[in-house]
C-alpha cells in the first residue's frame, strides 16, 4: 500500500505541509533539528497509531499552537490507489486549559468514518530505523518486546487481539495477587486470570516465536551483506516461560528465560497453540505461591526477551556500538522482508540519518538495499551520503525549519 501524500497540521515543528510522494525513493535532506526525523514520525503514527519517540503525546503538537484555545494537531495521508484508495486522519486535541500540560485527545477517521486509533494498524505498514534504534540490541528487555509487538501487530490481526487481551489480564491478575498478598483470600480467585492469561499468552508465544525463527536467517543474510561477510549474527527467543516444561511442572526462578538454541528451535517452532496454553497454564498454577508472595505475574510473555549474538558472542554485553547499530539495522531490513512474506505486500522504509555512521561496505550495502525497494523515504545531512546514480532516480527534498523545499542534486 503505497504512501500517495502527507499533510500536517501544528505537528511538531509543522505548522503547515502538504507533500506529495510520487516517486519510489524519495531523499530529504537537511540540518539537524530542522524537522526530517518529525515527518518520517509522523508516517509512524499514522501507521501504527503510536509515536516511536514519546510517551505524552501532548508533546507532539506544535509549541505555539499549544498558545490558541483548542490546541491540536492534524495528521492526514492518502494511501493505495484505485478501490483500494483510503484516507487516513488522525488529529491531536487537547483539552481546553491543558496549557501543553493536558493529556492529548486521539481522534481517527478512515475515509471521513470515525475508528479506534486500533483500527489505523496494518493499512500502511511500515518499516522505521532511527539512530536510537541501536536500543532493540542494548536496551531493555521491554524495547525487544515493543518492537516485536508493533511489527506483528501491523500483518496479523489475530496477535493484536491477544496482545489486547493479555495486556488486559495481566492487569487485572496483578491486582489480584497484590491483594491476596496484603488481604490473604483464596489463591483459586486466580484460575480464571490464569486461563485467560494462558490462552492469550499462547498465541503470543508461537507469533513471536515464529517471527524470530524466521527472523533470524533473514537477519543473519542483511547482517553478512553489511558486514561483507566478516561476522554472523543470530538472534534467539527467550520466552517469559518454559514451554519444553511438562505442564504441571513449576518452573525454578528464571527457569523460562533462556535462549532457545539453534538446535531447538525447529522443534519449538512447530509447538502450537493448544501445547503452548496448556504449558503455561500449568506453570501459572504451579507457581502460584511465588507470585502471591511478589505480588505480580512472574511467568508468562511480559517477560520475553530476545538474545543478539554475534560469532557467538553476547552483543548486549561485548558488542561495540558500532556492532549493535549494525545488527538493529540487520534486524530491521529483515522485518521489512518477513512483513513482504506474510502479506505479499512490500511495507515502506522509513531511514533516519542511517548512512551517517556506515563504513564504505555497509553503506554500498546499503544502497543496494534502496535500489530495489518500492518505496522509501530516507533522511540525511549531508548529500554525498549517496551515489550520484541513485540520487539522479530519486526525488530530493530539503527540509528547513519545518519547510520542505524541492531541489536538485
Not at 59 to 81: D, T
Not at 105 to 125: E, F, M, S, T, Y
Not at 188 to 216: C, I, N, P, T
Request: a positive charge; hydrophobic letters at 45%.
Amino acid at each position: 500500500m503505497r504512501l500517495n501524500s502527507l499533510s500536517l497540521t501544528n505537528f511538531r515543528n509543522y505548522v503547515r505541509l502538504e507533500l506529495r510522494l510520487p516517486g519510489r525513493l524519495t531523499v530529504l535532506q537537511g540540518a539537524n533539528a530542522q524537522g526530517k526525523t518529525a515527518l518520517l514520525e509522523a508516517i509512524h503514527l499514522l501507521a501504527t497509531g503510536r509515536s516511536p519517540r514519546v510517551g505524552a503525546e501532548r508533546e507532539l503538537i506544535n509549541w505555539l499552537a499549544l498558545e490558541s484555545v483548542l490546541p491540536y494537531a492534524r495528521l492526514e495521508a492518502e494511501i493505495g490507489e484505485g478501490r483500494e484508495a483510503q484516507k487516513l486522519e488522525l488529529v491531536l486535541e487537547l483539552a481546553p486549559g491543558g496549557n501543553g500540560n493536558g493529556i492529548a485527545r486521539k481522534q481517527v477517521r478512515i475515509n471521513g468514518v470515525p475508528k479506534r486509533a486500533l483500527d489505523l494498524v496494518g493499512r500502511l505498514r511500515v518499516v522505521l530505523f532511527l539512530p536510537e534504534d541501536v536500543s532493540l540490541v542494548a536496551g531493555a528487555p521491554a524495547e525487544r518486546r515493543r518492537y516485536l509487538d508493533i511489527m506483528l501487530c501491523q500483518v496479523a490481526p489475530a496477535y493484536t487481539r491477544a496482545l489486547t487481551g493479555y495486556n488486559r489480564t495481566l492487569m487485572q491478575r496483578n491486582a489480584l495477587l497484590r491483594r491476596l498478598r496484603d488481604e490473604g483470600g483464596d489463591p483459586g480467585q486466580l484460575a480464571f486470570w490464569d486461563e485467560q492469561m494462558a490462552a492469550h499468552g499462547s498465541v503470543l508465544f508461537r507469533w513471536r516465536s515464529d517471527a524470530l525463527y524466521k527472523l533470524d536467517g533473514l537477519a543473519g543474510e542483511r547482517h553478512r551483506d553489511l558486514t561483507g561477510g566478516a561476522e554472523r549474527l543470530s538472534l534467539a527467543y527467550m520466552p517469559g516461560f518454559a514451554p519444553d516444561l511438562p505442564a504441571a511442572a513449576a518452573p525454578r526462578p528464571g527457569a523460562g528465560k533462556r535462549a532457545i538454541l539453534a538446535e531447538e528451535r525447529p522443534a519449538y517452532h512447530a509447538i502450537q497453540d493448544a501445547d503452548a496454553r496448556e504449558r503455561l497454564f500449568g506453570q501459572l498454577r504451579g507457581n502460584r505461591a511465588r507470585e502471591i508472595a511478589a505480588g505480580a505475574s512472574l511467568l508468562g510473555p511480559h517477560r520475553d526477551d530476545v538474545a543478539f549474538t554475534v560469532d557467538a558472542h553476547d552483543l548486549r554485553t561485548y558488542g561495540s556500538r558500532g556492532q549493535q547499530r549494525t545488527a538493529a539495522l540487520a534486524l530491521k531490513l529483515a522485518e521489512l522482508r518477513l512483513m513482504q512474506e506474510m502479506t505479499g505486500d512490500n511495507p515502506l522504509l522509513l531511514l533516519d540519518d542511517v548512512m551517517s555512521e556506515l563504513d564504505v561496505t555497509r553503506r554500498h550495502a546499503m544502497l543496494d538495499v534502496l535500489a530495489g525497494v518500492p518505496q522509501a523515504i530516507v533522511t540525511t545531512t549531508d548529500w554525498a551520503d549517496f551515489s550520484p546514480e541513485l540520487l539522479r532516480q530519486a526525488r530530493t527534498l530539503r527540509v528547513e525549519a519545518g519547510r520542505i523545499l524541492s531541489t536538485e542534486v
